[in-house]
C-alpha cells in the first residue's frame, strides 16, 4: 500500500479503536481478556500489524493509549455503577458519563472530517485528540487509584477487609440486608472524594487537570453533602449503601439505657468511620458526629421541630463558601436545643440535687429514721433480707412531713436493692480488671467476678445495702447505669462509715451505762484495762468520725460546688454566642459530671487497691471491737471480783479472765495502731506524689493515731 493509502487505513481502524473496537489493521494483544471483568477494567494493549510505514507508526502508537484509556474508564464506570458501590461512585459516573459522551460526539465530528475534508491527515487526528487523551488519561488514573483502594485489581484473596469485622455482618442480618458483601473492601463515600481531593492537590499545577477533578469532586459530593444536610439538620442518616461518614448501630436503642452499664446507646448508637471522612470534614468530624446526636435526643423528646426544610439555606457541594459555616452553625443549634432541653425542660440540676440527698446522705434526716426502722432487718444476712419491707419502709420515711424527702418531686424513683457483693470486694474487682483508669474516671465493671461474690456470701444487709434510681430518657445520658454505679460506691462508703461510728457508739452507751464498765473496781488492774479500752474505743470513734467528715465535707461538698457553679453557669449563659461559638456543650457537661464523680471516688481512696485494702482492715479491726464489745462487757463482769457474786452469795470470779481479756484488747490495740500507722504512711506518700488533699486527712487521722493516752473526757459524745 502506498503512504497515503496506510494513512487512509489507519485513521479509519483508529476511529473504531477510540470507541473500543478492533480495527483491521489494528489488533487487541493476546493477553486481552475483553469476557474478563479484571481485564477490561485494567483496559486494553493494541497492536499494530507489521507493514505500516515507521512515521505513521509512531503516531499510532502514541494515539492507542487514549483509545486504552476509553475503554478502562468505560468499563469502570459500568462496575462502579452497580448498587453496592453507593451513591457517591454513582454521581461520580454519572460526571463521567458526561464526559464520556463528550469523548463519542467528538469521535463523530472526527468521522465527518475524515469523510469530508480531504486535508485531513493523521498528524491533524493526533491534534484534535490531544486535549481529550489528557482528559482520559486523569480519568483513567482516578479510575485505577479508586480500582486499587477496591482492591479489584488484585487477587480474590486480598478483597477481605479486616476492619469490616463480624459486627457489621450481624448488623446487615438484623437490617434484613445482604450480608455477602459486608466484609469487602469497597472504596465508596467519603474515600473516594477523599482519593479525588488528593489527587487534585496533586494536579494543582495543571489547568485543564484542575478544573476536571473540580467539576468531578463538585458532582460526586452532591449525594454525600445531601446525606450530611440531613445528619446535620434533621439527625437522620439517610446511608443505605453505609459510605457516610457516621455510621448508625440500629440495633442499640435508648431502652438499652435502663439496663445495661456501657452507655453503649450514647457511644456506639452513632460513631464515626474514620476511613471515610473526606478531608474537608476532618476539621468538623466531631462536631458533625455530635450536631446529628444531639438533634436525635431533642426529636426524639419532641423538644424542637427539626423537620423544617433547610434546602435553600444549606451548600449542596464542598466547593460552596458556606460549608464550615454549615457544619458549625448546625452544631451550634444542636446543642443549644439539648442543653435547653436538659437544664430546663428535664430539669437537669434539681435532678443531681435529689441524686446528692439520696447517695451523699448531704440532709440525712430521712436516712437515720429509714436505717432505725430497719434495723432489725439489715442486721440479717443480706439473703435473707426482706427487701420488700425496706422498700415500704423507705417509701413511709420519704413521706414524712417536715423531712427533705418529702417536698422532693423525684422520691418515687428510689428503690432499695441489695448487692450480694461487699464493698471492698467490688472495688477490688474493678481496680483490678482495670475497670477504673488510672483517675478514676472510667466503671467499665459493673459485676464483679464469681469469684468475689463467694468472699462476701455472708455479708449482713447493712453492708449490702444500696439504692437504686430512675432516670428517664434524655437525663438519662448524663445519669447513665455507668454513672449512677459511681453514686452506688460513694453510697456504699459513706453508709459503712455511718454504720460503723453507730456501732462505736453504742459501744460507748454500753461503756456508759453497763455496771460492769461504771463501776469503780478495787483492782487496779481492772481499772487500768477499763481505761484501755475506752481511749481505744474514743481513737477509733475518732478514726471513723473525722473519715467521715473529710469525705463528706472535705471531698464531696467542695467538689459539689464546683460542679454545680459550672451547669449554673451553662444555665446562666446563652450556649451561642455571637458568630454561632459554641460557649458551653452537652459534652463538656457529661463530662464535668464524669470528672466530678470520678474525683470524688480518688479522693475518698476508693480508686487505689493499697489503700483500698488497709483503710478495709483498720474498719474491720473497728468493727470486730465494736461487736466484741457486750462479750467484754460480760468476762469483765466475771474478772471483777466485786462484780463476781451470785445472788445465793458464792463467787464466780475468774482471776485468769482478766489475762485473756488483757490479751484480746493488746491484738485489737496492736492491729488498730498498726494499720492506722500503714494508711498513714500511704497516705503521706500519695499526698506528695498524687493527690495533695491527703494532707488534710493525714492531720486528721493523726488525732486517732497519737491518741493512745488520751484521757476519756476527750471522748466524743462521752
Given at each position: 500500500m502506498t503512504l497515503d493509502a496506510q494513512e487512509a487505513a489507519i485513521i479509519q481502524d483508529l476511529l473504531f479503536i477510540f470507541m473500543g473496537f478492533e480495527g483491521q489493521y489494528v489488533r487487541y494483544t493476546d493477553a486481552y481478556q475483553p469476557l474478563e471483568e479484571k481485564s477490561r477494567l485494567a483496559g486494553p494493549q493494541f497492536r499494530v500489524l507489521p507493514g505500516l510505514d515507521p512515521s505513521l507508526r509512531d503516531l499510532t502508537i502514541s494515539m492507542l493509549r487514549m483509545a486504552t484509556h476509553y475503554a478502562a474508564v468505560e468499563a469502570f464506570v459500568e462496575v462502579?455503577?452497580?448498587?453496592?458501590?453507593?451513591?457517591?461512585?454513582?454521581?461520580?459516573?454519572?460526571?463521567?458519563?458526561?464526559?464520556?459522551?463528550?469523548?463519542?460526539?467528538?469521535?463523530?465530528?472526527?468521522?465527518?472530517?475524515?469523510?469530508?475534508?480531504?486535508?485531513?491527515?493523521?498528524?491533524?487526528?493526533?491534534?484534535?485528540?490531544?486535549?481529550?487523551?489528557?482528559?482520559?488519561?486523569?480519568?483513567?488514573?482516578?479510575?485505577?487509584?479508586?480500582?486499587?483502594?477496591?482492591?479489584?485489581?488484585?487477587?480474590?484473596?486480598?478483597?477481605?477487609?479486616?476492619?469490616?469485622?463480624?459486627?457489621?455482618?450481624?448488623?446487615?442480618?438484623?437490617?434484613?440486608?445482604?450480608?455477602?458483601?459486608?466484609?469487602?473492601?469497597?472504596?465508596?463515600?467519603?474515600?473516594?472524594?477523599?482519593?479525588?481531593?488528593?489527587?487534585?492537590?496533586?494536579?494543582?499545577?495543571?489547568?485543564a487537570a484542575r478544573t476536571l477533578l473540580t467539576t468531578l469532586l463538585r458532582e460526586s459530593s452532591r449525594p454525600y453533602m445531601a446525606m450530611l444536610n440531613e445528619w446535620l439538620h434533621h439527625g437522620n442518616v439517610r446511608d443505605p449503601h453505609s459510605e457516610f461518614l457516621i455510621k448508625e448501630q440500629k440495633s442499640i436503642r435508648r431502652e438499652g439505657l435502663e439496663q445495661d452499664y456501657t452507655d453503649e446507646y450514647w457511644e456506639k448508637r452513632y460513631t464515626i468511620r474514620l476511613e471515610d471522612v473526606p478531608p474537608q470534614l476532618e476539621s468538623v468530624k466531631d462536631k458533625v458526629l455530635l450536631a446529628g446526636k444531639y438533634l436525635n435526643v431533642v426529636r426524639e423528646c419532641g423538644g424542637v421541630d427539626v423537620s423544617r426544610d433547610m434546602d435553600d439555606q444549606v451548600p449542596h457541594t464542598f466547593d460552596d463558601v458556606r460549608f464550615l459555616d454549615n457544619a458549625n452553625s448546625a452544631y451550634a443549634f444542636a446543642n443549644s436545643s439539648l442543653l435547653t432541653l436538659l437544664l430546663t425542660t428535664h430539669a437537669l440540676p434539681a435532678r443531681l440535687r435529689s441524686l446528692k440527698h439520696y447517695f451523699f446522705l448531704d440532709r440525712s434526716d430521712f436516712f437515720s429514721y429509714f436505717l432505725e426502722l430497719g434495723h432489725s432487718e439489715l442486721k440479717k444476712p443480706a439473703k435473707s433480707v426482706n427487701i420488700g419491707k425496706l422498700q415500704s419502709l423507705l417509701d413511709i420515711v420519704l413521706r414524712q412531713p417536715g423531712s427533705v424527702a418529702a417536698e422532693d418531686p423525684f422520691k418515687e424513683d428510689v428503690k432499695v436493692v441489695m448487692n450480694e457483693v461487699g464493698l471492698t470486694g467490688w472495688l477490688m474487682q474493678v481496680v483490678n480488671v482495670k475497670g477504673l483508669d488510672a483517675d478514676g474516671g472510667s466503671i467499665t465493671s459493673y459485676t464483679p467476678a464469681a469469684s468475689v461474690i463467694g468472699d462476701d456470701k455472708d455479708i449482713s444487709g447493712f453492708d449490702a445495702l444500696t439504692f437504686d434510681y430512675a432516670v428517664p430518657f434524655p437525663l438519662s445520658l448524663v445519669v447513665s447505669r455507668v454513672t449512677l454505679t459511681r453514686y452506688q460506691l460513694l453510697f456504699r462508703y459513706i453508709l459503712s462509715l455511718r454504720h460503723l461510728e453507730q456501732l462505736l457508739v453504742s459501744s460507748w452507751i454500753d461503756h456508759s451505762k453497763v455496771t460492769s464498765w461504771r463501776h469503780k473496781s478495787s483492782d487496779r488492774r481492772i481499772e487500768d484495762w477499763k481505761r484501755r479500752a475506752w481511749c481505744l474505743r474514743s481513737r477509733m470513734l475518732c478514726f471513723v468520725q473525722q473519715l467521715l467528715y473529710f469525705c463528706t465535707n472535705e471531698v464531696i461538698e467542695p467538689n459539689w460546688t464546683a460542679f454545680m457553679t459550672r451547669l449554673s453557669e451553662a444555665e446562666a449563659l446563652e450556649s451561642v454566642a455571637e458568630g454561632?461559638?459554641?460557649?458551653?456543650?452537652?459534652?463538656?457537661?457529661?463530662?464535668?459530671?464524669?470528672?466530678?464523680?470520678?474525683?470524688?471516688?480518688?479522693?475518698?481512696?476508693?480508686?487505689?487497691?493499697?489503700?483500698?485494702?488497709?483503710?478495709?482492715?483498720?474498719?474491720?479491726?473497728?468493727?470486730?471491737?465494736?461487736?466484741?464489745?457486750?462479750?467484754?462487757?460480760?468476762?469483765?463482769?466475771?474478772?471483777?471480783?466485786?462484780?463476781?457474786?451470785?445472788?445465793?452469795?458464792?463467787?464466780?470470779?475468774?482471776?485468769?479472765?482478766?489475762?485473756?481479756?488483757?490479751?484480746?484488747?493488746?491484738?485489737?490495740?496492736?492491729?488498730?495502731?498498726?494499720?492506722?500507722?500503714?494508711?498513714?504512711?500511704?497516705?503521706?506518700?500519695?499526698?506528695?506524689?498524687?493527690?495533695?488533699?491527703?494532707?488534710?486527712?493525714?492531720?486528721?487521722?493523726?488525732?486517732?493515731?497519737?491518741?493512745?493516752?488520751?484521757?476519756?473526757?476527750?471522748?466524743?459524745?462521752?
Open positions: 462502579q455503577s452497580r448498587e453496592e458501590f453507593g451513591a457517591v461512585n454513582h454521581a461520580l459516573c454519572a460526571a463521567m458519563r458526561k464526559l464520556l459522551k463528550d469523548y463519542l460526539i467528538l469521535i463523530a465530528q472526527l468521522e465527518h472530517q475524515m469523510l469530508t475534508n480531504q486535508s485531513f491527515t493523521l498528524h491533524v487526528l493526533n491534534l484534535h485528540t490531544k486535549p481529550t487523551s489528557h482528559m482520559m488519561f486523569q480519568l483513567y488514573s482516578l479510575a485505577h487509584e479508586i480500582l486499587k483502594e477496591n482492591s479489584m485489581l488484585e487477587d480474590d484473596d486480598d478483597d477481605l477487609d479486616e476492619s469490616d469485622d463480624f459486627e457489621n455482618i450481624l448488623e446487615s442480618l438484623r437490617e434484613g440486608r445482604d450480608a455477602g458483601n459486608v466484609g469487602r473492601k469497597v472504596c465508596k463515600g467519603g474515600s473516594v472524594l477523599r482519593l479525588i481531593t488528593k489527587r487534585l492537590a496533586t494536579m494543582s499545577g495543571d489547568p454561632g461559638k459554641v460557649k458551653r456543650t452537652v459534652d463538656e457537661l457529661m463530662q464535668d459530671h464524669v470528672d466530678f464523680l470520678a474525683t470524688c471516688l480518688k479522693e475518698c481512696m476508693l480508686t487505689n487497691s493499697k489503700l483500698l485494702r488497709i483503710n478495709s482492715k483498720v474498719m474491720a479491726t473497728c468493727t470486730m471491737f465494736a461487736n466484741y464489745t457486750a462479750s467484754l462487757s460480760r468476762n469483765l463482769a466475771v474478772s471483777d471480783p466485786d462484780l463476781a457474786k451470785t445472788e445465793a452469795g458464792k463467787t464466780e470470779h475468774d482471776p485468769h479472765r482478766l489475762e485473756k481479756l488483757d490479751d484480746n484488747l493488746k491484738r485489737f490495740e496492736d492491729n488498730f495502731t498498726r494499720h492506722l500507722k500503714i494508711l498513714l504512711d500511704a497516705l503521706n506518700y500519695l499526698a506528695a506524689t498524687e493527690t495533695v488533699v491527703f494532707l488534710g486527712l493525714c492531720a486528721r487521722l493523726s488525732m486517732a493515731n497519737e491518741g493512745i493516752s488520751a484521757p476519756p473526757s476527750s471522748v466524743p459524745y462521752g
